[in-house]
């Protein structure tokens, strides 16, 4: 069973930085597609970021293309995602995501497999 445990969240003030982290167990050798999304209070889940299963290709939301980099290392099995530049209204819970069975457009959660339980990121203004 794979498993998505995430960190790194935490209260920043506008224009910190903040690197979450997303670490995938449970079975060995797996590369799979991740990605980031986030949930604000009241708000639906959006997507944020997504990297291929080699790295290759990454996405972004345009509201945070320039401030945030996904990145992968998989001799950790970890997926990283460094936020720049950071505003109040990026506040929300912060949740990996992996895509695994399924293909079909990153940005949408319903193609992602296996889901964290979230990390918060509230950024004060």
């Known amino acids: 069973q794979v498993q998505l445990v995430e960190s790194g969240g935490g209260l920043v003030q506008a224009g910190d930085s903040l690197e979450l982290s997303c670490t995938l167990s449970g079975r060995p050798g797996l590369r799979a597609s991740m990605g980031w999304f986030r949930q604000g209070l009241g708000g639906a889940r959006e997507f944020v970021a997504h990297?291929?299963?080699?790295?290759?290709?990454?996405y972004y939301t345009d509201s945070v293309k320039g401030r945030f980099t996904i990145s992968r290392d998989d001799a950790k099995n970890t997926v990283y995602l460094q936020m720049n530049s950071l505003k109040p209204e990026d506040t929300a819970i912060y949740y990996c995501a992996a895509q695994v069975y399924n293909s079909g457009a990153y940005y949408l959660s319903n193609v992602y497999d296996y889901w964290g339980q979230g990390t918060q990121v509230t950024v004060s203004s």
């Open positions: 990297i291929s299963w080699n790295g290759v290709n990454t």
